[in-house]
């Protein structure tokens, strides 16, 4: 499974972004999703999870309310909508995939993992 995350950028406090992230293959309907989020000097933290099925979604409490998480099979792909943007949301995202249902909210639950993109949210 290869993960290619895409849409970051530069944007002021309140504003949104919405990421992409498209894996390669035919099992992209077996995978459960994630996002994750490393900021300069801290460790990863997780974002937003979905399952395989897209039945259910899972927020860190620091985004509830203001990121969307959401998946489309028909293009192997899943998104992070965000929204009411902060400074200290500005760190590097990374999608993540693993075939288990279990654990979304674990980094060690996801063995496949894209390269990151960058979010930078200016104040």
């Known amino acids: 499974v290869q993960l290619q995350a895409s849409g970051g950028g530069l944007v002021q406090a309140g504003g949104s972004l919405r990421l992409s992230c498209a894996a390669s293959g035919r099992t992209f309907s077996s995978l459960k999703m994630g996002w994750f989020r490393q900021a300069p000097g801290k460790e990863r933290e997780f974002v937003g999870g979905i399952t395989y099925i897209g039945d259910s979604t899972y927020y860190a409490d620091s985004v509830k309310g203001r990121f969307t998480i959401s998946r489309d099979s028909a293009r192997n792909t899943v998104y992070l909508q965000m929204n009411s943007l902060k400074p200290e949301d500005t760190a590097v995202y990374h999608c993540?995939?693993?075939?288990?249902?279990?654990?979304?909210?674990?980094?060690?639950?996801?063995?496949?993992w894209g390269q990151g993109t960058q979010v930078t949210v200016s104040s």
């Open positions: 993540a995939a693993d075939f288990s249902p279990l654990s979304t909210r674990a980094i060690s639950s996801y063995a496949y």
